[in-house]
């Protein structure tokens, strides 16, 4: 219910951002879009990590990790779309006049990551992406409903071994998935930890996605084989990776304040140029919240309090999504309008536009949220809570810490 | 554990799970369990006797603001005060304006200090550190054998314990 009017809320926001020709809106759907992508493939991630390192204690956690990879294929057409669509107004380098060599717009730099950034293999990488999660997502899945009906051991061999492969898939895929949707963004610039950053700000999105569902089945009644045992281990994760995020943003950020080349730090300028005060909220948000209020054993023990940090921990991350994509897809944007209206003759090269928060931005994310509680609740009702032939449930149900 | 002012009886058990079961049989009977030598940690074993959580958690904090605190002393005094640098090219001379800088240097201080800090207190606690006599109360005690350590009064209850300690399983019973 709550979800149905959130979706509503969304669409009424995308509709109206495109009927006023608002410059930021596919910069909008681009950046939540891949917060919902990120916490839907980063719960698969997950979930095929306590299969390979064949933990106990997330046995009755299962479920709420499986019906959230359930989003991967709404997330991956959602996605195909907006690229599909609004490709040119995201990415500088979608523009086939940057690298013919006699067109005026021709940039050197760009044609010489026309290998990787052509067309044709981004469109072979994103579909691949997308099928191979999906596939492993259902698979996951599909096994563990089936241990319910009968062998809980043989299933669950089979999702082990299925998780290793995916481990590995996954290695590949979420690193290029991260320069090609977000840091292709700034097309002339790259990081080499780029990857290892992404994955962090996704992972630490969906452990708290994770706690909300969890603690918000157990607040309504749900769940009760959840004990405040398995709770301070998702809120040590959610601790733990807070400061594995900031670790990564800061060798990020040092590296090249450091250096002080003048291509790289461009990415920092513009951000403290134009975006300082969500530039260091993220930060603050991300490590200072999390660090002060989750360090304690009793806080993590806590049902509401875990809750109420998985939302501080999701505004934080949305910040820094917003501060990673918005900056680079709205210049993009901007170049694109202003061609579009035939300004540049007239004034030259164009100001850079701005992204900003407003009720738009809101609206879109407040729509991308209810999608998601939609599709992990429409999962989650559809199978038992807890998978009860799982070979770990007893020491699951016992795990105390 | 000086054994001039408390009298102690120790029982000597062989399993882990029986000296688990034996406390809170024996606290029921009366007998004034104290503590449990284990060579190895047992699952349950600080619920079971109802000992406060470790306090170590409070050193490490204390430790790593020490850490924290000399590295960007000496940080401050080195590279800001002492010989100001000019570092990365950007001559600010400000210390916060190169605490970006600094940060690496003051997380390996403050990890140092609290890591070395805690490994030192815990070695003290436990009487483990070099040149302190060990309490040995059995020779196999590190090994595979389990000792429970029940407090008495005076020597008259030795005979009671003893037969209490043997009823909830132990093998081998020590007085000092």
């Known amino acids: 219910m709550i979800a149905g009017v959130m979706m509503i809320i969304g669409l009424l926001a995308i509709i109206a951002q495109f009927a006023t020709h608002h410059e930021q809106t596919w910069s909008n759907l681009l950046m939540n879009n891949f917060m919902f992508m990120g916490m839907a493939l980063c719960a698969t991630f997950f979930l095929a990590v306590q299969y390979v390192a064949e933990v106990g204690w997330s046995a009755v956690i299962k479920r709420p990790l499986e019906a959230m990879g359930q989003s991967l294929p709404v997330a991956g057409g959602i996605m195909i779309v907006i690229i599909a669509l609004g490709g040119h107004h995201l990415y500088h380098w979608m523009d086939a006049e940057l690298f013919d060599p006699k067109s005026p717009k021709y940039d050197e730099i760009i044609a010489g990551k026309s290998g990787f950034l052509n067309p044709t293999f981004f469109w072979i990488r994103v579909v691949a992406y997308f099928v191979i999660w999906t596939y492993f997502a259902k698979l996951f899945r599909k096994n563990s409903m089936l241990s319910d009906e009968g062998d809980g051991v043989g299933y669950w061999r089979k999702n082990r071994a299925a998780a290793a492969k995916f481990l590995v898939l996954f290695a590949v895929t979420e690193s290029t998935m991260s320069w090609d949707f977000v840091m292709s963004v700034d097309t002339h610039w790259f990081s080499t930890l780029f990857a290892w950053y992404t994955f962090s700000g996704i992972f630490v999105t969906s452990i708290a996605a994770l706690v909300f569902t969890v603690t918000y089945l157990k607040s309504k009644g749900y769940l009760q084989e959840v004990t405040e045992h398995h709770l301070h281990d998702i809120g040590k994760f959610m601790f733990a990776f807070s400061i594995f995020w900031t670790y990564l943003w800061f060798c990020q950020f040092m590296l090249i304040w450091y250096s002080n080349i003048p291509e790289e730090i461009t990415y920092f300028m513009l951000r403290q140029d134009h975006y300082r005060g969500l530039w260091l909220a993220s930060f603050f948000i991300n490590f200072i919240t999390p660090f002060v209020i989750l360090m304690t054993r009793d806080a993590k023990r806590k049902l509401y309090l875990l809750m109420g940090m998985s939302i501080v921990v999701f505004i934080g991350h949305w910040i820094d999504t917003f501060v990673m994509i918005i900056p680079g897809s709205m210049i993009t944007a901007g170049h694109h309008a202003a061609e579009g209206a035939a300004h540049v003759a007239e004034h030259g090269e164009a100001a850079i536009s701005i992204g900003s928060i407003g009720l738009m931005e809101i609206g879109t994310t407040i729509g991308f949220i209810g999608l998601f509680m939609y599709l992990v609740q429409h999962y989650l009702s559809k199978s038992p809570l807890v998978a009860k032939n799982h070979p770990m449930m007893e020491e699951s149900l016992h795990h105390a810490i | ?176």
């Open chain 2, 1 to 176: 554990m000086s054994a001039s002012t408390k009298k102690f009886v120790y029982g000597i058990f062989n399993d882990d799970e029986v000296v688990l079961n034996a406390i809170g049989s024996l606290r029921k009977k009366g007998l004034k369990v104290k503590d449990v030598i284990s060579p190895f940690p047992i699952h349950g074993l600080d619920h079971e006797l109802g000992l406060d959580r470790t306090r170590i958690s409070i050193c490490a904090f204390l430790y790593g603001m020490t850490g924290m605190s000399l590295a960007l002393l000496m940080i401050w005094y080195m590279n800001i005060f002492d010989w100001p640098m000019d570092i990365g090219g950007k001559p600010s001379y400000a210390f916060y304006k190169n605490l970006p800088a600094f940060i690496p240097v003051t997380f390996e201080s403050t990890v140092l200090c609290a890591a070395h800090g805690m490994v030192i207190t815990f070695l003290l606690r436990s009487k483990l550190l070099p040149g302190v006599e060990p309490n040995v109360i059995h020779p196999r005690m590190a090994d595979d054998h389990f000792v429970m350590a029940i407090q008495i009064k005076d020597d008259s209850e030795i005979a009671n314990v003893e037969a209490q300690l043997k009823s909830a399983g132990a093998v081998e019973f020590i007085n000092k």
